[in-house]
């Protein structure tokens, strides 16, 4: 056991000796991977947002400024009656008032104001969720005495929602592509290293080395390279999620608002980094298949 | 140990390097290899190594059929066999130590007790002092002996040698022959190839001679095995 870890690390030394290559190595497979393991934890962020914002989809019922109590209790039976509908939240012209000071820091504007400029308002939850029915059923309400405005929600998440579902398949090519570009990566690294090893591995042939035992520091390069480079994705990642938080500090100030870039969570840090070994492993057995065989003694 | 029977080598391109030799080395003897350069010397041993396979004939090496050995039994055929090459194949980028450990990096042996055999090994061929030492550092002479005491550090039963003494002078060669003569007389099989018959005037073995990739039939004179000797 320990002879076999000497000699893997014996190899290991020999093909990280040259340390700038190894580091270029390194930083250029860590700058693959953080373009699109960035974009996915910015649309992470965004889903998240949305997720937050729209929750449920829901209809607000805008009242004309002169529904009375009568008006607004015939409009409730009405409203929960309706068999499309889940339930319905009435929000009181003066709590919508308090509300608004509370969640947007505008204070001061709205003490300013005169009179509640704020209609009362019914929050529906309809019962399906498809965009179409919710349109139908959006239209209905808009017909209901005492109705000024009938407006659907959550029809903007629904938009973005696409956008991230378009976002994704972006993340997904630029993931594909880049992640070939790693394997060609190792794949040309192990080429070289096999070159210019192409002694050693001679002679162990020569005094009776296995395949497997001639492979394997080449594998365990191609992994650790990966794994470093991995690394490395996360540390730009990381790194990039901390000056972008910086910057939204004083944002997030200025509209009152909590605005924070989530970084990876841990789960997705280990697949990024298990991501990365295996292509490394797989460039350098992609690599060590195709040209270890070229090299026989004679 | 080692048999050849009607075996000949052709490579591609029709050179016909080794033409019906047949011949038998038994457990513990010490054989010689003679010829003229281009003999068919090189590629005798090389055909034992299973480097290179027979085109006809039947070899068997440690009862194992070179012709038809597997791909994946080759490394295990080797690991049995130690080799001394004409051309040394050290490796330049570690020290002399790390040179003869790598068989038994190989063959897996425990770490002290490698490093036990290393030291034996280097002691026997007098380099024990130079295991620090890079190769590129070593003489001629020390060079061979570096690749000897590589040979047998992990003891394998049989040891070929490829023109040990080719760029040696006398006194080099006679203690490299020497060295030889010390593992035959522990029962090591040795099959020496080397046109320098200067070397072999004081030696009473059996040779082999190869001419133009025939086996010469006088060859057979003098026999001499292991037990005979001591």
New interface residues.
């Given amino acids: 056991m320990?002879?076999?870890l000497?000699?893997i690390i014996?190899v290991l030394r020999?093909m990280f000796a040259s340390k700038l290559a190894g580091m270029l190595n390194i930083l250029v497979i860590g700058i693959a991977l953080s373009l699109p393991a960035g974009m996915y934890v910015m649309l992470q962020n965004a889903q998240g947002l949305v997720a937050k914002l729209s929750g449920t989809p829901q209809i607000s019922l805008f009242l004309t400024m002169e529904a009375k109590t009568d008006d607004i209790d015939k409009l409730r039976m009405q409203l929960t009656e309706h068999q499309s509908i889940e339930r319905v939240e009435f929000i009181a012209r003066n709590q919508a008032l308090e509300q608004l000071k509370k969640s947007t820091g505008l204070s001061d504007l709205i003490g300013g104001l005169q009179q509640n400029p704020l209609p009362d308002a019914f929050i529906v939850y309809p019962k399906q969720e498809e965009a179409q029915a919710l349109e139908a059923l959006r239209n209905e309400l808009a017909e209901l005495p005492k109705v000024e405005l009938a407006q659907l929600d959550s029809a903007w998440a629904y938009k973005l929602e696409a956008l991230l579902k378009f976002g994704r398949m972006v993340v997904m090519i630029l993931a594909s592509l880049l992640s070939l570009a790693l394997v060609a990566i190792t794949f040309n690294t192990i080429r070289l290293q096999i070159l210019t090893q192409r002694?050693?591995i001679?002679?162990?042939?020569?005094?009776?080395?296995?395949?497997g035992?001639i492979r394997r520091p080449f594998l365990y390069f191609g992994a650790l390279q990966g794994l470093l480079g991995g690394g490395m994705a996360w540390l730009i990642i990381s790194v990039s999620l901390i000056l972008l938080n910086w910057q939204l500090a004083p944002l997030s100030q200025l509209y009152a608002v909590q605005l924070v870039l989530n970084s990876l969570t841990p789960g997705d840090s280990l697949t990024l980094l298990l991501f990365s070994l295996y292509l490394g492993w797989l460039g350098a057995w992609l690599s060590v298949a195709r040209h270890l065989s070229q090299i026989e003694?004679? | 140990m080692i048999s050849f029977n009607q075996v000949h080598k052709r490579y591609p391109g029709g050179y016909h390097a080794l033409k019906n030799v047949s011949f038998e080395v038994s457990k513990g003897e010490m054989v010689f290899l003679t010829g003229h350069s281009g003999a068919g010397k090189s590629t005798l041993l090389k055909l034992i190594a299973a480097i290179e396979r027979p085109s006809l004939g039947s070899l068997i090496v440690n009862n194992q059929n070179i012709r038809v050995l597997k791909e994946r039994a080759l490394p295990y055929l080797r690991r049995n066999l130690g080799i001394i090459f004409q051309d040394h194949k050290l490796l330049f980028d570690r020290n002399v130590f790390d040179n003869v450990i790598l068989p038994l990096q190989i063959c897996g042996f425990d770490y002290r007790e490698s490093h036990k055999r290393v030291r034996a090994a280097l002691d026997k061929v007098g380099l024990l002092n130079r295991e620090k030492s890079n190769p590129i550092t070593l003489s001629g002479g020390e060079q061979q002996r570096l690749c000897i005491a590589r040979a047998i550090v992990n003891r394998p039963n049989i040891l070929l040698a490829d023109e040990p003494t080719g760029n040696l002078d006398t006194e080099y060669a006679h203690e490299i022959m020497a060295i030889f003569k010390s593992f035959h007389q522990v029962g090591v099989t040795l099959l020496i190839s080397t046109h320098d018959e200067g070397v072999l005037l004081d030696t009473n073995v059996r040779r082999l001679t190869l001419k133009h990739g025939e086996l010469q039939p006088d060859s057979f004179s003098a026999p001499l095995t292991g037990s005979d000797q001591v």
Avoid: M, Y
């Fill in positions: 320990r002879h076999a000497t000699l014996g020999r002694d050693e001679e002679v162990a042939k020569l005094i009776g080395a296995t395949n035992f003694p004679s």
